[in-house]
């Protein structure tokens, strides 16, 4: 039988660890002196609102890069060893994108991690994969993405963990979502992210997270080409030399909040 998490009230959420690739680091989302924000700080500054000043604590663990498996062995341990009030874990996306995949094989993977975290945490919240139907290096990917995002949603209904359901979140599908890379969200993007964890966490939010965009000026199909084309020189190249070098963002990058600390 799967061991259930003890879920946290609302008030009872003091500490938060967050683990991840570039989603949870916030890359795409600047911050002060050359740092990356992201939904994950955006979401523990509203968690910090809730209690009293300097009880609220959070690490950030997550590396831009890694694979599912550098996730499990560098930052599950570290977060059981926290032992937060809450957890939220995003991993297994650049696995998805890797060639020949298979999303049932990391999907095992991915539940042998959970079920580590699960005893040792209040709660956890796990994160599905965007729907990338409208990136074009990743659209061929989307069916691979959607059966392991149906693996992830089981495994939490196993574990009874919350379940941040990123592929159907409307919002972040238009592309002032997105970084000029477009595979990292825009500081927009990670705001929205963030207002719809907490609102699943039964936080009320300062906006609506799936509020409309404003209507954007029309484009003609030749701008979209030359948009297409300056995307692909740089950004799209590099991307793929360094995924056939065998290298990553991340390869000499540490967590940014390694432990709890006061925000």
Partial sequence: MAAESTSSSRDEIRSYAAIGDSFTEGVGDPGPGGSCLGWADRLAVLLDDRVPEHSFRYANLAVRGKLLDQIVADQ??????????????????????????????????????????VPAVGSVVIATGFDTR?????????????????????????YHC?????????????????????????????????????????????ADPDQPWPPLPPRSSLEGRRDDIQWAREYLVPWIGRRLRGESSGDHAAAKRPDLLPL
């Avoid at 409307?170 to 992210?193: C, F, I, M, N, Y």
């Fill in 162 to 206: 919350r379940v941040l359901d990123l592929w159907s979140f409307k919002s972040v599908q238009d592309r002032r979502a997105w970084d000029a890379d477009r595979l990292h969200l825009s500081p927009e993007g990670h705001t929205r992210v963030a207002l719809k964890a907490a609102q699943l966490l039964g936080i009320e939010v300062p």
């Fill in 76 to 117: 599950v341990p570290r977060a059981r060893e926290l032992a937060p009030d809450l957890v939220t874990i995003c991993a297994g996306g650049n696995d998805m994108i890797g060639p020949g995949t298979d999303p049932d094989e990391v999907a095992e993977r991915f539940e042998a991690a959970v079920a580590a975290l």
């Fill in 134 to 158: 409208g990136v074009p290096v990743l659209r061929h990917l989307r069916g691979k993405i959607a059966t392991y995002n149906g693996h992830v949603r089981a495994v939490a209904d196993r």
